[in-house]
């Protein structure tokens, strides 16, 4: 089934700099979602990427979509406390339900 | 005001006990999923449903039970047969037109 790697695992950064998640298959993908939990909350959804290449952005995120579409990242400039929490990325393909996630990055900003 | 809703937000279960965990959703989504989250971990699928009376088993369907008799209600019932009931549970809804995920606040099931 599909297997998809996010690194780093936990990513501790000081307020204001920058952060920076990968997520890589070893097979092409469809498209990748990203999500982001808030300590005690829930998995929120916040961008899909679907062309080969592709950059979208949000505010401070950039999401980007590898060309050989094997591989995403999930950058924040500049982050801010309101950015802690683990983000995820998830593919379409392998698991039961035909959606597999991975791990998740833990991102941990100190003031 | 569209979502999942699910309930209770904390719950404590007695060994041998089973316990049902409530989700809901207002969103017409015909697929519905559980998941089971432990500290610092990922998501592991649980059970899922993609139409009303039919349901599939997840990675990790050991010790659980789900029905699906209405289209917006999806209860998760955790055994006595599950010996490791600790975690906090999600459920999720998602349409048939993508593979995207809503999901609900979450149930934490702690053992007395």
């Known amino acids: 089934g599909q297997q998809v790697m996010q690194i780093p695992q936990y990513q501790h950064v000081q307020e204001g700099e920058d952060f920076t998640t990968y997520c890589n298959s070893s097979?092409?993908?469809?498209?990748i979602q990203w999500y982001k939990q808030r300590p005690g909350g829930h998995p929120v959804f916040l961008i899909q990427l679907v062309k080969s290449g592709e950059v979208k952005k949000q505010k401070r995120l950039t999401f980007q979509f590898g060309e050989a579409k094997k591989n995403s990242s999930l950058h924040i400039t500049a982050t801010q406390t309101t950015d802690v929490g683990t983000y995820f990325c998830a593919v379409s393909g392998g698991g039961a339900d035909g959606l597999t996630f991975g791990k998740g990055t833990h991102l941990i900003i100190q003031p | 005001d569209g979502g999942i809703t699910q309930s209770p937000k904390y719950l404590f279960r007695k060994e041998g006990q089973n316990v049902t965990l409530s989700c809901e959703q207002n969103l017409n989504h015909d697929a519905m999923y559980w998941y089971r989250q432990d500290p610092g971990q990922g998501l592991r699928l649980i059970y899922y449903?993609?139409?009303?009376?039919?349901?599939q088993k997840g990675d990790i369907a050991e010790g659980y039970s789900v029905s699906r008799e209405k289209k917006e209600s999806f209860p998760l019932t955790v055994t006595s047969a599950q010996k490791n009931p600790t975690a906090f549970y999600l459920c999720a809804s998602g349409s048939s037109r993508d593979s995207l995920r809503y999901f609900g606040a979450g149930t934490r099931l702690s053992v007395l």
């Open positions: 097979t092409t993908l469809s498209n």
């Open positions: 449903s993609q139409i009303v009376n039919d349901f």
